[in-house]
């Protein structure tokens, strides 16, 4: 027991049963039903009144990973928008995580709010998911590491981080009343281990358990995952929260569901009166009640909600804007470069700028994470329309135009900018340039997966038509994830930029002309085709209504089977599969060579690898130096077990040491976590796909649980 634990039972102990379900239900702080907001809560997700009586604070709740969110500009003011999650995990850095949680955490502070519903951490299981944006990517050790530590610094700020969401909600369509399924034994080595990685890693306040079934069983009345696996064989202590509409029935209090938020976009208020009844006529939800609202004081407790209220305060903007565009730098992704066309040479004298609203600014992905700075964005396009939800689903582009920054980069050049509507247009203007830096967007929201992997309204004929005129030609990517390229042979240079947040444009622009050695790798793999995935067809697209916030018919449900990759999400599946992706997860150019040696593993009851890298070229850079095991004793694999993201100056070389987790070793079995006894071999990776370098350990076998 701890001083939060000690704390928690104390103030619990006298709390009358109305003082315990006060705590166990929020509405959404937004005007939306008849719920009254009391005066002076800040709008945003969520508002659960505290108890004065004990000096518990409320709570005032909002989104989201990527920043304080907007809420289609209802609270007035603007935030630091954060590069998408995608962009964050391209990074391959806890300590930029640890930063960038720390930025929000302090702004959510700023702003009046108490709890970041953020930490998105579904493993990537399809590039068409429409949240894929907003998650670091398809594995589970780098998004269990890195989510863990941006939780980490959000919680630094006093502020409660959630981790969400729990569990397997990979894709939108149906997002309601999809079921996944999985065996247990697949779902403990890939999304659930993600999940206890950054559990353990970052320690948040609350989980959110997520819309969806699984196995049958509603996420947030799912007694196998929340009682069995979270708070049983975990022991995890902080509180499980729903999802916004996600609650069915009193009765998930049991099934191991702490507190209903949002509950106006619930069918009822099942955790208020009829919590407060079941309680005093049945002893099984007396327990409950006292458990639930113990969870959510020690939380408070634990982070220090309580010793540092939130104080409104203006945020330093500028500040703010200096960690976005790091994380953006240090998150693009150089995926080709013919001729070294990059870095631009300063001699251009006429460059041409094509698409993607460069003009204007950088797009963002949307719903109840989107976030934007002073001014709101500069272009918002309405899009798909879902009743009040309408102004989360706008494509919104920041204030940040790579045009401008391009602009104020080569002040001797003639910088041209053509929209891109029309590709003869382009095209021309193409011809006339010495060189050419093309845009293409894929715009990704909350509510509504993507179709397929091209890049919309006809911008592929487009970019082709650009490079078939100029080969010179540059595409800078900003997409939600991975998309496909008909034009890949055709083009110089590919930068991923991904969403790349308020300071976006300034890095995209630092990128190019070579201020920022590109240093982000491919937390994704980019499918050749969509034929390579393991569901092609994408599930539930010719037979259910995309919606932000429909929970579908009485009964409706929409099967997924994830069974058909189980545990090898991603690379692990192309592995599998042999089948040549386009990019491999890991994969990521630079300006300068790395060269990657002498991997060394050593098992025994703590393993590890250890490396060296060594800048080889001319310029500083950073590398990610991937460790992956390939081989046990049951046959071939595909797993990333070590990884170090090392800043090298040019001819520097550094031998790197990380632990590896043994469970990354084992397969999960009816008796545990199990190695089976055997040599193990491991190589050393410039990505997914390239191993470079091999060499073997031979371990004991051994087995372990939970269980005390
Ligand atoms: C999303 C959550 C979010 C919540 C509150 C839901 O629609 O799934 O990620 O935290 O809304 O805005």
């Given at each position: 027991m701890d001083d939060a634990d000690r704390r928690a039972a104390a103030a619990e102990a006298v709390m009358t049963n109305a003082e315990r379900v006060t705590l166990l239900n929020g509405i959404l702080a937004m005007p939306l039903g008849d719920v009254k907001i009391p005066k002076g809560v800040p709008f945003g997700a969520g508002y659960i009144p505290g108890i004065p009586r004990l000096d518990v604070p409320a709570l005032t709740e909002t989104d989201a990973s990527l920043g304080v969110s907007y809420l289609g500009g209802l609270r007035g003011d603007g935030a630091t928008a954060l590069p998408s999650g995608m962009a964050m995990g391209s990074t391959w850095s806890p300590d930029l995580m640890r930063k960038g949680g720390a930025l929000i955490g302090g702004e959510a502070h700023a702003k009046g709010f108490n709890v970041l519903l953020a930490g998105g951490i579904n493993l990537v299981r399809d590039p068409r998911g429409g949240r894929a944006f907003e998650y670091l990517g398809e594995d589970p050790l780098h998004s269990g590491l890195l989510g863990g530590a941006a939780v980490a610094g959000i919680q630094s700020q006093g502020v409660i981080s959630t981790i969400k969401h729990f569990l397997l909600n990979p894709t939108e369509i149906g997002r309601q009343f999809h079921n996944g399924i999985i065996d247990e034994g697949a779902l403990r080595m890939s999304d659930l281990l993600a999940f206890e990685i950054a559990i353990e890693t970052g320690q948040p306040g609350s989980v959110m358990c997520a819309y969806n079934k699984v196995n049958g069983v509603q996420a947030c009345g799912n007694d196998r995952m929340l009682n069995g696996i979270l708070k049983g064989d975990w022991r995890y202590k902080g509180w499980v929260m729903s999802d916004w509409g996600s609650v069915r029935a009193t009765d998930f209090a049991l099934e191991g569901l702490d507190q209903q938020s949002g509950s106006q976009l619930d069918a009822a208020v099942f955790f208020g009166q009829p919590l407060l009844d079941a309680a005093n006529r049945d002893k099984r939800y007396q327990r409950r009640i006292a458990d639930m609202s113990r969870r959510v004081l020690r939380s408070i407790y634990a982070v220090g909600v309580d010793r540092n209220p939130p104080r409104k305060a203006p945020i330093d903007v500028a500040a703010g804007a200096a960690v976005a565009q790091e994380i953006a730098e240090k998150g693009m992704v150089l995926l080709q470069n013919r001729d070294n066309i990059l870095p631009l040479a300063a001699s251009a004298k006429r460059i041409l700028v094509v698409g993607g609203y460069a003009d204007a600014g950088v797009l963002s992905g949307a719903g109840s994470s989107q976030v934007q700075g002073q001014g709101g964005p500069a272009v918002s396009l309405p899009t798909m329309k879902d009743g009040p939800f309408t102004a989360l689903m706008a494509q919104n582009y920041h204030r940040s135009s790579p045009l401008d920054a391009i602009r104020a980069r080569a002040p001797q050049a003639d910088v041209v900018f053509r929209d891109g509507r029309y590709p003869t247009e382009a095209a021309i203007a193409a011809k006339n340039a010495d060189l050419v830096i093309v845009f293409g967007t894929q715009w990704m929201t909350e509510g509504l997966d993507v179709p397929d992997l091209s890049l919309p309204q006809g911008q592929d004929a487009m970019i082709a038509a650009v490079a078939k005129a100029n080969p010179k030609t540059v595409v800078v990517l900003e997409t939600g994830g991975p998309v496909a390229m008909p034009w890949q042979d055709d083009v110089g240079a590919i930068l991923a930029?991904?969403?790349?947040?308020?300071?976006?444009?300034?890095?995209?622009?630092?990128?190019?002309?070579?201020?920022?050695?590109?240093?982000?790798?491919?937390p994704v793999t980019f499918p050749a085709s969509i034929a390579q995935l393991a569901r092609p067809a994408l599930p539930g697209a010719e037979t259910v209504e995309p919606s932000f916030a429909g929970h579908g018919k009485p009964g409706q449900t929409l099967d997924i089977d994830y069974n058909v990759e189980g545990a090898d999400v991603g690379y692990r599946w192309f592995a599998r599969q042999q089948a040549k992706p386009l990019y491999p997860f890991g994969f990521g150019l630079s300006y300068t060579r790395f060269e990657r040696s002498g991997l060394a593993v050593t098992?025994?009851?703590?393993?590890?690898?250890?490396?060296?890298?060594?800048?080889?070229?001319?310029?500083?850079?950073?590398?990610?130096?991937?460790?992956?095991?390939?081989?046990?004793?049951?046959?071939?694999?595909?797993?990333?077990?070590?990884f170090a993201r090392v800043d090298l100056k040019p001819g520097e070389t550094r031998r790197i040491d990380v632990p590896i987790d043994p469970r990354l070793l084992a397969d999960w079995g009816r008796k545990g976590w199990t190695i089976a006894p055997g040599t193990y071999r491991f190589a050393l990776g410039a990505s997914a796909e390239d191993l470079i370098e091999e060499t073997g350990v031979t371990l004991a076998g051994r087995t372990w649980n939970y269980r005390k």
């Open positions: 930029a991904w969403y790349p947040g308020a300071r976006g444009g300034e890095a995209i622009a630092g990128v190019l002309f070579g201020d920022v050695n590109p240093s982000g790798r491919l098992g025994g009851a703590s393993p590890a690898a250890a490396f060296t890298l060594r800048n080889s070229g001319a310029r500083d850079g950073a590398d990610v130096g991937q460790v992956y095991l390939v081989e046990t004793p049951r046959g071939k694999t595909r797993r990333l077990v070590a």
